[in-house]
């Protein structure tokens, strides 16, 4: 080999070594770009959270003011010459089977004015009621005291619930009366319980059993103001009854002695 050819082969050979690069630098290394910009992140939207405000209740319906008299149209006389008992609040497992057995044994009727929820739940003491020849008597559904302060609509409800209770007992049975609790009456429901078909019921003997007195007070506030025609109004559910029944022992059999007891008409 020429030493020309010699030389130029050494020299390509050395720059290979080296690189092409001035001496002592070291090649950069080069990035590889995107060639697109990636895109933002949607930020999620935040869920509506339920509120925690308690809703306020609904504002409870405005009574309309009990009239300062009774209403006219009351039924307080039995229509005969005789007295008639009548019984509130039933029935009830332990006092209305105690009064229709001294019924029973007098050979005498009275009428049972009847609670809607009571009837619900003793069926078997409407029916027997019934089938011993007595009379009935819608008494609302709950003892609603306040009933006849209601809206009409409220009043209409309330009577024909109670009456399908009762007629789930005693389909056949005819129901003639109504008598509001605590005898608290409105012109307004007298006419809601004429639509009914039922006659209001009063009454014109009240010996204020409900307020538990003893049996001698009840016979005697009852033989005080017993007179003919009288309705006699007492009391075999609501509450401890025990001085009722004793009371009704005696009362039973004297009032049928001094003017008869009958049937309301």
């Known amino acids: 080999m020429r030493p020309r050819t010699l030389l130029a082969f050494v020299l390509g050979l050395v720059l290979l070594v080296t690189g092409c690069g001035g001496p002592g630098k070291t090649p950069q290394r080069v990035t590889a770009q995107p060639s697109v910009s990636a895109a933002p992140t949607p930020t999620p939207s935040p869920k509506p959270q339920p509120s925690r405000t308690t809703p306020k209740p609904k504002p409870k319906p405005t009574l309309r003011p009990l009239p300062k008299k009774l209403p006219t149209g009351l039924h307080r006389r039995s ?5 008639a008992l009548t019984f509130d609040d039933g029935p009830d497992p332990r006092y209305t089977p105690q009064i229709l057995a001294q019924l029973r044994a007098a050979h005498v009727t009275a009428t049972f004015c009847l609670v809607g929820k009571q009837a619900k739940r003793y069926p078997h003491l409407v029916a027997q009621i019934v089938r011993e020849g007595h009379q009935l008597c819608n008494h609302s559904w709950r003892h609603d005291v306040d009933l006849g302060r209601r809206p009409a609509a409220e009043i209409r409800a309330d009577l024909e619930r109670t009456n399908r209770a009762i007629r789930a007992a005693a389909p056949d049975a005819p129901i003639t009366w ?34 538990h007195p003893p049996a001698k007070k009840i016979i005697a506030r009852v033989e005080s103001a017993a007179h003919h025609g009288s309705v006699v ?33």
């Open 79 to 83: 229509g005969s010459p005789g007295v």
């Open 178 to 211: 109504f008598r509001q609790p605590g005898g608290r009456w409105t012109a307004e429901e007298l006419t809601v319980a004429r639509q009914l078909g039922l006659r209001p019921l009063h009454w014109s003997v009240d010996p204020q059993d409900w307020d």
């Open 233 to 265: 109004l007492m009391h075999d559910a609501g509450g401890d009854r025990t001085q009722t029944m004793a009371a009704c022992r005696r009362l039973i059999p004297d009032l049928k002695r001094r003017y008869g007891i009958v049937r309301l008409r």
